[in-house]
């Protein structure tokens, strides 16, 4: 079982960390993609945005209070074109996420007496538990802190072709 103290304090450090990978680089960096069908810095933030409102919150809320009622539908992939995330300003769309993962946090602590196994059926992956829910959106954290440095580090990598990266260790 997660506890939300625990969970609280994960979210916390999450947004600190994402904060610290993408604080600091040129709006040229926050827009450049590895390849074609990468993603950038920008679209990872935006991403992380709309996901943060729209997808686990949302759906947290409604496993937690309305279980049998139908999760509003999403198109995480999608948005990253149709939204147009790699146009945004990258400062912007940081305290964007930022604000609302605060307001999450806020909405987290408020929770009264949560059943963390109240349950909402995905028609993909079945029953879901809002403790799963609740681990997903933690873990979807993760997730993105991961594609966020191996961002970082293929710029890194691009910015220093003559230099050989491997002194540092594999990535």
Known sequence: MIELERALTRFTANAEAIAAVVRGVTDEQARWRPGPDDWSILEVVNHLYDEEREDFRTRLDLTLHAPDAEWPPIDPTGWVLERSYN???????????????????????????????????????????????????????????????HLSWQLLARDVPSASLAYAGGW
């Open 87 to 149: 146009t945004r300003d990258p400062g912007q769309s940081l305290e964007d996420f930022l604000r609302e993962r605060h307001h999450s946090l806020d909405w987290l602590a408020r929770v009264e007496l949560p059943n963390w196994s109240s349950t909402h059926h995905h028609p993909d992956f079945g029953a879901m538990t809002a403790e799963v829910v609740l681990g997903a959106w933690l873990a979807h954290d993760h997730l993105h802190l991961r594609q966020l440095n």
